[in-house]
């Protein structure tokens, strides 16, 4: 906080109750993330909108006896039935 500044000051300029700022200031200390010198020139709290949680899309569902293998970076690979052993090592190593 700046000097001089009042938590009640502050706690209502960003809405908030005064004993969450106090207990942001102790965990930030705490932490060693804060310390009581004098902050930067121009630091200052900025509005952030938070997003609601989206939704992740629901897979399909698979057939009776399908592989779905799951890569690293996202990629999906199906295999169906009859699947070929060699084709599975295949396609394992290429994720390895």
């Known amino acids: 906080m700046m ?13 908030v109750c005064t004993s969450l700022v106090y207990r942001w200031r102790r965990t930030l200390l ?7 010198a004098l902050p930067l020139p121009g630091a200052a709290f900025v509005p952030v909108e ?4 989206s939704m992740a899309p629901q897979p399909e569902p698979l057939g009776p006896g399908v592989v779905e293998v799951v890569g690293p970076a996202g990629q999906r ?11 599975l090592k295949a396609v394992l190593a290429g994720f390895a």
């Open 77 to 87: 690979i199906r295999l169906a039935p009859p699947i070929d052993a060699r084709v």
């Open 30 to 36: 705490r932490d060693g993330v804060a310390s009581e």
């Open 3 to 15: 000097p001089g500044a009042s938590v009640l000051d502050v706690a209502r300029r960003h809405r």
């Open 50 to 53: 938070v997003a609601g949680a």
